[in-house]
């Protein structure tokens, strides 16, 4: 599997099994970033689906909404998780998807969630945790470090918006805080299951 951070728009993972793209937008969805016949485009709600749909070919499958779905024989779970601000009502989906016997859990608004113990019961083991980064704050560095503690990944993928630089001040911030020793950040993150390890591994994607 490839996982790659594509210009501040989204994640992309290529699969054996086809190629999910995870919060892709209109300016990055086009023709071939669509090439694989078996393409999942996964949003983050209904109104960031509907302002891409022009762009999305009529092979591709759209996920939008909580619900469990079965794709090209992959498994996909999204939850609608409620956001710790002020508005009750504000809430983000969180998606986890069963590829290559690995299970990726793709997050969003980092800083503001806080996933429910039935709803991490629901995901299962986590081998990839990829984080979208708004910021590097203590706040947001601290969501991770509680989110780490919680769903135990094996390989920690962060992937800061508006980022310039090759290695992320968030990522900078977490190495420091787990004691690991800093690595090189890279385009894309080539991932098998036989290569996991049962030490927490944690990647800087930069944008390609």
Known sequence: MKISWINDAG????????????????????????KDENTIAIF????????????????TVSIFEP????????????????LNTENLDESVN????ITEGMTICYLNEISKITI?????????????LVCLSDDS???????????????????LIIAEKNSNNNTSEIYDKLIKGLGHSPEDSVI????????????LKVLNLRKS
């Open 188 to 199: 894309n993150a080539n991932i098998t299951k036989s290569g996991i390890s049962d030490t």
């Open 67 to 82: 619900g469990e779905y079965e794709v090209n024989n992959i498994p996909i779970q999204a939850h609608a998780i409620r």
């Open 116 to 128: 429910p113990a039935n709803i991490t019961e629901s995901i299962g083991k986590i081998d990839i």
């Open 44 to 59: 983050l709600n209904e109104n960031l689906k509907k302002n891409s749909e022009k762009k999305l070919l009529n092979s």
């Open 11 to 34: 994640i992309r993972a290529e699969t054996s099994q086809g190629l999910i793209l995870f919060n892709h937008d209109e300016n990055t969805l086009d023709g071939s970033s669509q």
């Open 94 to 97: 969180i998606f986890s998807v």
């Open 137 to 155: 704050n203590d706040k947001s560095v601290e969501s991770i470090n509680s989110l780490l503690s919680s769903l135990d990944p094996k390989i």
